[in-house]
């Protein structure tokens, strides 16, 4: 038998010293590895949920307790100014219509920089706290001592389609799970006869990367989100005229009695398992979903409070989602997306994208998006929801402080803006971290994507470093090999 030659590092363990002295190296490797375990500085195994094929949406525990049962994100597509409503830098004032130190030579996304140009809405203080939020928004300003502010985000890129792929998934690139797909993976739902997490368009149409933000990616396609509006239910759920209600109920029964047999006889089939699953959810959709968008037995004082009955129809288009989202929480959905903004119509006429003339743009979309989430998280805390359910109200970056060369608007900002949260978990009335005098970069406890998404996982009691998905050869995860929770702001 021919043997085959030996490596060089075999040759070395023939004689009984190099054999001993290797060996007794990776015998203290092993003792080192054991004692990091021991004090916990060792990365954390991966943690893959067991999900019952039959059952993907059944309820699941936390890893740890969770502050909040469900999510709300509020997704303000074409990037909102963070100068012109939550950032106030009496700097950017003072300074008015001169240079941007260095501003001369910095070019972002379309061309070169103009002038500083201070906020074009007055900034008051608002509530007890005394923060100071500008006259763009009033409504939500008033509800400031219910909000916690993050100052100090930054992005990956100054693109709209790779930053809101960023923000909703993780990655700027495309064929990443969205966040929620990620939450109902991890934990189901509490509700057995609606979609476990519900995308939400705007009236005037989808984000710029349209379904990438409820798409399940490599996940197992159960836990892709379902988008429907208050304007467009879901189709093709009304029993046809010709079938009664009797009749309709007792070829269900007849179908679940055929499903429940087959899958008798093949127990270890889980993709039959799950298709049978999938139907059974459709079913259920059928009753429950046309009722959660039903509005009729919402008080015209609820209408009121939204804007539901407000003389500009998207305001009162858009009031509407507000009202289904609540309603989708209330039943128990785990997480909802909530969209203002489109880009069928273009840049910034449908959208917070304002380069060329921001003020009047502004004035047009501010309207649309103030009192229905001023009266969304009004309700929310009206009815005792905001003390298990986490409100996240985001967008994919910032703008400049400065206007750009030739135009009365602002152009991206990747390097510092604002989000906020509110509800279960977070603090109330308080601001962490901060940009610049300007409002250009953020400067103080600057955080990233990456530290959001770690804290809004944590609030619902799962541990980003461990919530984890093989694909090819790859433990992914929604914070990819980053993020820090953001401890700070936990109540």
């Given at each position: ?6 490596s ?15 060996g007794?190296?990776g ?7 054991s ?22 949406y059944?309820p699941?525990?936390?890893q ?17 100014s963070?100068?012109?409503?939550f ?29 500083l ?5 007055k ?5 007890e ?5 500008s006259?763009?928004?009033?409504h ?10 993050i ?17 909703s998934t ?5 064929g990443?799970p969205g966040?929620?797909?990620?939450v ?9 006869d609606?979609?476990?997490f519900v ?9 710029q ?18 988008a429907f ?16 209600a009797d009749?309709d109920a ?12 087959h899958l ?17 959810m459709?079913?259920k ?8 968008a ?15 009955d ?7 288009r858009?009031a ?19 969209f ?8 910034g ?11 009047s ?12 989430v ?17 409100v996240?109200?985001v ?25 906020w ?21 953020a ?16 609030l619902?009691g799962l ?5 984890s998905?093989?694909h ?17 702001v936990l109540?």
């Open positions: 038998m021919q043997l085959e030659p030996l060089h590092a075999g040759r070395g363990l023939l004689n009984r010293r190099d054999f001993l002295r290797w007794g190296t015998l203290g490797g092993i003792a080192l590895a004692l990091l375990a021991e004090k916990g500085l060792l990365a954390a195994p991966p943690v893959r949920p067991l999900i019952d094929p039959a059952h993907p059944a699941r525990q936390p740890f307790d969770a502050k909040a049962k469900r999510v709300l994100m509020i997704f303000c597509s074409g990037a909102l963070h100068v012109d409503t950032d106030y830098k009496p700097e950017l004032v003072r300074r008015h219509d001169t240079p941007l130190p260095g501003g001369d030579q910095l070019v972002t996304f379309q061309g070169g920089q103009g002038n140009i201070q906020p074009l809405w900034f008051k203080p608002r509530g706290s005394g923060k100071m939020v006259d763009l928004l009033p939500m300003a008033e509800l400031a001592d219910e909000m916690c502010f100052h100090s985000m930054t992005a990956k890129s100054n693109t709209h389609g790779p930053a809101e792929n960023q923000m993780g990655f700027v690139l495309d990443f966040m929620g797909c990620w109902t993976y991890a934990l189901g739902s509490e509700c057995d609606l979609p476990a995308a939400i368009p705007d009236p005037r149409g989808v984000p990367v349209g379904p990438n933000h409820w798409n399940s990616a490599f996940l197992p396609a159960a836990f892709q989100g379902t509006n208050a304007d467009k239910p879901i189709p093709h759920l009304a029993r046809p005229a010709t079938v009664s009749r007792a070829t269900r029964d007849y179908l679940k009695l055929l499903n429940d047999e008798a006889e093949n127990p270890y089939d889980t993709q039959l398992a799950a298709r049978i699953a999938a139907h059974e459709a079913a959709m059928q009753l429950a979903a046309p009722e959660v039903d509005f009729s037995r919402e008080s015209t004082m609820t209408a009121s409070l939204y804007g539901a407000a003389a500009n129809p998207l305001t009162a858009f509407k989602n507000c009202i289904l989202a609540r309603r989708l929480l209330e039943r128990g959905v785990r997480f909802v997306q909530l203002n903004g489109a880009y069928a119509m273009g840049e006429v449908g959208n917070w994208d304002g380069h060329k003339t921001i003020q743009q502004y004035d047009i979309h501010a309207p649309i998006l103030d009192q229905p001023a009266g969304l998280l009004r309700d929310l805390k009206l009815r005792g929801l905001l003390d298990d359910t986490l996240v109200f967008t994919e970056f910032g703008r400049m402080p400065t206007f750009q060369k030739g135009a009365s608007g602002r152009d991206h900002n990747p390097n510092g803006f604002t989000v949260l509110a509800g279960a978990g977070v603090k109330r009335a308080f601001s962490h971290g901060a940009t610049d005098e300007f409002g250009y970069k400067v103080e406890k600057v955080q990233t994507i990456y530290d959001l998404h770690a804290t809004i996982l944590h619902v541990n980003h470093e461990q919530l998905f093989y090819n050869g790859i433990e992914r995860r929604l914070t990819d090999v980053h993020g820090q929770v953001i401890t700070n109540a």
